[in-house]
């Protein structure tokens, strides 16, 4: 027979996958956990220690991650689930509003943000180079500048041949 405890991380860790494989808004998916664990009449209505609901909130910033890295990913532009640039700025400013609320250090993941971005706009950049299509963000040029200054890189590290790539 399992002990309680045995049981009440089970749980956390059934929840920390529905949490973390998630939709476009993992905080959702976060509080529907923490009401499910603890307050739903069908529920196990369980407290849950300070390390059970970190393992939640790693839940939610790994969702975070994955969903603001995936329209940074040239190789995800032709798939049904890229969002674009624009979608990745608007993630990436939820996750640093979720990062505030809950006292998470982000720096971690603004370090592979800012390279996954640094990345697709040199990939952007090589594709104009050769002719080829691309260099094409459905974002303006200002939320374009505002995402690389959110995640530490200069408005110089953008390719000049890719300012007139932006909507507006």
């Not at 993992?26 to 609901?53: C, M, R, W």
């Not at 975070?64 to 700025?89: A, H, V």
Request: hydrophobic content about 40%; aromatic content about 8%; proline content about 3%.
């Amino acid at each position: 027979m399992m002990t309680q405890t045995i049981d009440i991380d089970v749980l956390v860790e059934d929840e920390w996958y529905a949490v973390r494989y998630s939709g476009e808004i993992p905080e959702v998916a976060y509080h529907g956990a923490l009401f499910h664990l603890t307050e739903e009449h069908n529920g196990p209505q369980i407290e849950l220690s300070k390390d059970q609901q970190d393992r939640l909130l790693e839940a939610v910033a790994l969702r975070y991650l994955d969903i603001t890295l995936r329209d940074l990913l040239p190789e995800n532009k032709d798939t049904g689930g890229y969002r674009g640039l624009k979608r990745s700025f608007i993630n990436w400013q939820r996750f640093l509003l979720f990062c505030e609320r809950y006292s998470i250090d982000g720096e971690v993941y603004r370090k592979m943000i800012a390279a996954a971005l640094t990345d697709l706009l040199q990939h952007e950049n090589r594709l104009m180079e050769r002719g080829e299509p691309g260099g094409e963000f459905n974002c303006s040029l200002a939320e374009l500048l505002s995402f690389m200054e959110l995640v530490g890189l200069n408005s110089a590290d953008l390719p000049a041949s890719l300012t007139n790539c932006c909507l507006g």
